[in-house]
């Protein structure tokens, strides 16, 4: 991470999930003042506290759909990292209200509590779900985005920088399919997949954290930011993960859950038309046009034809070999290989 965190305060709203994990780590290493963990699971905080023991880490039990909770958490913090969220699309299908209470609502409470702070900056934290999305998470989050970059379009002098940040499924983080697959394979279980053909793009936590951290550092008012990535099918993933623990076990496909897409889109092509190609990310601008449509009747936007969605089907595509390789950056695979006794492999 940069070192412009050296000396603030930091608030990550979810903090005890595996990114805040991940980025509260990261952040002490900067110099950073403190960090503030708001969430609701105090047993969570506990534990957290206990793993990462460090004076200038601070916990705040609240919610974000709660707009008190989060004005006390905010105070006098420089940055914010809104990681809260319900992130299961099964559990939003069936509580549809409950997503928008908390992806929705609750994001609005954090940009509120910030402006108010003087926040110099919030990053939202967004997913591949929200693009031409199909079930009630990907429509809240979407929403969620849509709250944010709001907040620009009707307060374009503010004080308090708000962006976004998307991404597809981070390997290893909490209720993923890696995880899983894993305990399945100690168990001497079947590999459970969906659908062998379905991809997902792939991304590691310290990927969404540099993701993030590079929103802080280059993102203007109402900026979303993407970073490019490689897809594979969760049926070569499966093989993958089998291959690693030198395990012969079946993959069983149980078919498509409530509301999953075959494939993911990070970034449609009229979010591409307007957006700016930074190497490994895309910028891509809000859309600031006013509620006077009048001056687009006529005229269309022919750049928009001239480019395809940033889509998981059609991205390169890691064979099994390469997804592989990329499990083995995970450390939580170092662990569970080891704790099976398999060497492993030299990269």
Request: hydrophobic share 45%.
């Given at each position: 991470?940069?070192?412009?965190?050296e000396g603030k305060r930091v608030l990550i709203t979810g903090g005890t999930g595996s990114f805040g994990h991940t980025v509260a780590a990261q952040l002490l290493t900067t110099g950073v003042d403190e960090i503030r963990i708001l969430s609701r699971d105090e047993e969570k905080q506990d534990r957290m506290r206990h793993t990462i023991r460090d004076s200038r880490l601070r916990f705040y039990v609240g919610d974000v759909r709660d707009l008190d909770s989060v004005e006390r958490a905010t105070k006098s913090v420089d940055y914010v990292f809104h990681a809260a969220a319900l992130k299961q699309v099964p559990s939003c299908e069936f509580f549809p209200m409950e997503a928008i209470r908390t992806n929705v609502l609750g994001s609005e409470n954090v940009v509120r509590a910030?402006?108010?702070?003087?926040?110099?900056?919030v990053v939202c934290l967004s997913t591949d779900k929200a693009v031409y999305p199909?079930?009630?998470?990907?429509?809240?989050?979407?929403?969620?985005e849509k709250v944010a970059q709001s907040f620009g379009l009707n307060n374009p002098s503010a004080a308090t920088t708000v962006s976004c940040v998307r991404y597809g499924?981070?390997?290893?983080?909490?209720g993923s399919v890696i995880p899983l697959f894993v305990s399945q394979l100690k168990a001497g279980r079947p590999l459970t997949i969906t659908n062998p053909d379905m991809t997902r793009f792939m991304m590691s936590l310290a990927d969404s954290v540099s993701l993030v951290d590079f929103a802080f550092e280059h993102a203007s008012q109402g900026d979303l930011f993407?970073?490019?990535?490689q897809s594979c099918t969760i049926g070569d993933l499966a093989r993958a993960v089998t291959n690693l623990f030198r395990s012969n076990v079946p993959i069983e496909v149980i078919g498509t859950r409530h509301a999953e897409k075959l494939s993911e889109v990070l970034a449609s092509r009229e979010e591409l038309s307007r957006a700016v190609d930074m190497g490994e990310h895309f910028r891509i601008v809000a859309d600031n046009r006013d509620l006077n449509y009048g001056v687009y009747v006529s005229e269309g936007d022919p750049e928009t034809l001239q480019y395809s969605d940033y889509d998981s089907h059609t991205v390169d595509r890691l064979t099994v070999e390469q997804i592989e390789d990329l499990l083995l950056t995970l450390p939580e695979i170092h662990r569970e290989l080891a704790l099976a006794g398999i060497a492993v492999p030299e990269q």
């Open positions: 991470m940069t070192s412009s965190y910030a402006d108010h702070a003087g926040v110099q900056s199909v079930n009630a998470m990907g429509m809240s989050k979407a929403l969620m499924n981070v390997m290893y983080s909490r993407v970073r490019k990535a």
